[in-house]
């Protein structure tokens, strides 16, 4: 790969990461993704326990499948959902990597911690 | 813990992780935050590879504080950044409940295809 072809997928990514966690940040959005992590459902059957309306609910499913979180497919005349659990790696795996070192550092100081206890307990 | 309570507490993570998806929405806050993964480090010096204002620099960084994602604290004169990590973990935990149904689902498939693939080479 090219160095500019190396900065586009770069800037791929971005630009689906920036999508992804902006679905995400908010909280009917998120209640959208927890009914279809139970299972694949009609596009009525997810609206149905919101107070808001079907109209509101669409909106929020266009930005979801927009993001790539989730996905339509058609059968017969339903528009059945499902989750895209590729884009939820993607923010896993950029969650994953920013934390590790941190993991480390706190368990460098919980050895340090435990060692200072047992000096002082003797 | 009383019904109201546990709404209240409910709703609280709710804004915790909207305001956590939303700083994450941004490259140049993952950029900051790929920065601080690395070790925590003075404003000035998480600002310095950025092309953009000291100024634009610190809003995002006023972002990642109030979304709790990092914290400052001050050493004499230096204002110190660092990632929470507890921020991160409960970002983590709603991803993995989310996905471990279609984890548990792609995996019968594949076994499915798997078994199907061996009945045709017989």
Redesign the interface.
């Known amino acids: 790969m090219t160095e500019i072809e190396d900065r586009k997928v770069g800037a791929a990514r971005?630009a689906r990461?920036?999508?992804v966690?902006?679905a995400?940040?908010?909280?009917t959005r998120?209640a959208i993704?927890?009914r279809l992590?139970?299972?694949e459902a009609r596009v009525t059957e997810v609206a149905e326990p919101f107070s808001i309306s079907l109209n509101a609910v669409s909106k929020h499913i266009r930005v979801l499948e927009a993001s790539g979180v989730i996905e339509r497919h058609r059968k017969g005349r339903d528009h059945i959902l499902s989750?895209n659990?590729r884009s939820?790696d993607e923010?896993?795996g950029?969650?994953?990597?920013?934390?590790?070192?941190?993991?480390g550092r706190?368990d460098a100081m919980e050895r340090v911690a435990h060692e200072l206890r047992k000096h002082d307990s003797r």
């Open positions: 971005a990461l920036d999508a966690f902006a995400l940040a908010d909280p998120r993704i927890d992590s139970r299972g989750i659990t939820l923010v896993d950029w969650i994953e990597r920013t934390r590790r070192y941190w993991e706190l």
